[in-house]
């Protein structure tokens, strides 16, 4: 018994020495929670609200939430968000799926320890080859926006109009993009011509 107890911990300690831990257990759970526990979210551009505090591990040495942390909050936060309007699952069924290619964050405000905050994430539109999303991290204290991430989840093996008309049924016109994000979008293809050059590739080549 004693020899199991001591395996055990020491499994414990090996998974969480090597891997990411708590990303691999809390990404799996949220997706779960948001089939099951929670109602499906028909309008694809609604927002949903996922909650979280500020834990002495997400702390840096300043003693506020560490940047790194607000990505994978958002990371979380975006997950239980397609899972519940269904994107997920037309991706699976679709024999696609979706990775992240580009995100932005603004940090407007310190979140202190133990403070409760909301990461509130929506759909902004798609193009022929990516989701864009919105993640904003509202203190529950005051309600003020701490930090602002917009995120380009690039969909492989198929296109988002054709999840979009899967969920829907019928063929949907994305919205306009905000001016800003269009701005942002042309950045990153800048960026993307300028590496393929550097690199010797042809126009042609995209990133994945």
Known sequence: MLGLLVAALLAALAYFALL??????????????????????????????????????????LLHMNNARYLREADVARAAHLARCGVLEALRALGARAVLAASCTRYRRSLRLFEPFEVRTRLLGWDDRAFYLEARFISLRDGFVCALLRSRQHVMGTSPECVVQRLCKRRVEPPELPEDLRHWVAYNEASSQLLRAESGLSDITKDQ
């Open 20 to 61: 990411d831990g708590w990303y691999l257990v809390r990404v799996p759970c949220a997706v779960l929670r948001a089939r099951l526990l929670q109602p499906r979210v028909r309008d694809l551009l609604a927002e949903q609200r996922y909650a979280g505090r500020v834990l002495p591990s997400d702390l840096d040495l």
